[in-house]
């Protein structure tokens, strides 16, 4: 491996040489591979593609490389954003959750950010410091999370046309945010809403382009006019719907035609004999039930590999499945070798990536695609291949 591989998109000039086995490698090819299914998903929109906790744990660079043909990105990070006008990225930003303050609103206005507008204070620090950027006015559809109660839409857009009339902001957009999208019919309800609501605007904001669709609304292409989509999940290769779930044999990543774009993988650091009876790792929660080999892998919770995954987790050894045993501790975690008589000190191990996916492992462990791969933490090479 040439070099110091590049972390969250921070290069480091010189070469040191990589001891630790553990690496995420980021295929940025698949990215764009990814990128062109969301286009034949939908066709004619604009694309944010949704870069947030460091695109879902892959690092800056990895964005920078491999998304660069999307129409814009969107995060909530103002400092992220400002580093991306740093690397030069030279397209739009939206701000998924807007300004945090005031001075949010002047670094908006400084970078070029798109800002979304959910509450009445936000609108505020819009009167108070001029951003004469795009807004984004957003609507809450039944997430009940951010965005305006659909009666209160219109006021907050009469406030926007005054400041659009003062020049204090720039063209004005409608999203909404689907809390279901991944269920059967499950936008259903929000489309009726985003639909009512639509028809009672008054006809000047008819032309207002309007975002709408994340991954799983885009997969299903159940939003009939999304001027622009927000994908995230599906750009990185992980599935929006749940593992195992209602007709999953077709939803996953690979059925959906996507890319893995994160391998995760390390090597063996030792190997063992358990005798039957003999435990292994902390809290003896797994007993050998016959003689068999183990190994030790260099990955563990403080690299974001989950602690909750329990023994039966599958892994890749040596490019043979097997499953971990025992827990998973903050460095290490343990694999079953009994059938890889072959498998020693330095064989490859595949956490998720190609062979296991992301999805399964999170699956195994309780949660979702999205939480392992943001859960990556700074202190695991990010490696180009
Ligand atoms: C994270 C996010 C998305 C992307 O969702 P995925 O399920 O990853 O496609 C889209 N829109 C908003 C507002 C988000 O916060």
Not at 172 to 190: E, I, K
């Amino acid at each position: 491996m040439a070099g110091r591989p590049a972390v969250h998109g921070i290069r480091t000039r010189y070469s040191l040489r990589m001891s630790r086995p553990l690496r995420a490698e980021i295929h940025a090819e698949a990215l764009a591979a990814n990128l062109g299914q969301v286009r034949r998903c939908s066709p004619g929109a604009r694309i944010w593609a949704v870069v947030k906790a460091l695109g879902y744990g892959h690092g800056l660079e990895a964005v920078v490389r491999g998304l660069g043909q999307a129409d814009g990105l969107a995060l909530v990070e103002f400092d992220t954003a400002a580093r991306l006008r740093q690397l030069d990225y030279a397209g739009p930003i939206l701000m998924l959750e807007g300004p945090f303050d005031g001075q949010d609103v002047a670094l908006a206005c400084r970078h070029d950010l798109q800002l979304v507008i959910h509450t009445s204070e936000q609108i505020e620090w819009l009167e108070q410091h001029a951003v004469m950027r795009p807004v984004w006015i957003k609507v809450d559809t039944g997430m009940h999370r951010l965005g305006f109660d659909l009666q209160d839409v219109l006021p907050a857009l009469e406030r926007i046309q005054v400041l659009q009339a003062r020049g204090k902001v720039g063209q004005a957009g409608l999203m909404t945010h689907f809390a279901n999208a991944d269920l059967p019919g499950g936008a259903h309800d929000a489309l009726m809403r985003w639909e009512r609501l639509r028809s009672t605007l008054p006809a000047t904001c008819a032309s207002w382009p309007v975002s709408l669709a994340n991954s799983a609304a885009v997969i299903d292409g159940i939003v009939p006019v999304s001027d622009w989509v927000r994908p995230g999940i599906m750009l990185y290769g992980a599935s929006p719907f749940a593992y195992g779930g209602p007709g999953a044999a077709d939803r996953s990543a690979l059925s959906l035609g996507l890319r893995p774009v994160m391998c995760l993988r390390s090597q063996l650091i030792a190997t063992r004999l358990l005798a039957a009876g003999e435990a292994i790792g902390y809290g003896s929660q797994f007993v050998a039930p016959h003689a068999m080999r183990v190994g030790v892998v260099a990955c563990g919770y403080a690299d974001g590999y989950p602690r909750h995954a329990p023994t039966g987790t599958p892994v890749l050894v040596a490019g043979q499945r097997t499953r971990i045993v025992g827990r998973v501790s903050m460095d290490m975690i343990t694999v079953d070798l009994a059938s890889l008589p072959d498998a020693q000190v330095g064989s490859e191990v595949e956490l998720w990536g190609e062979t296991v996916s992301v999805d399964e492992v999170a699956h195994a462990a309780g949660t979702i695609g999205y939480e392992l791969l943001c859960a990556v933490s700074p202190r695991v090479p990010r490696v180009f291949v």
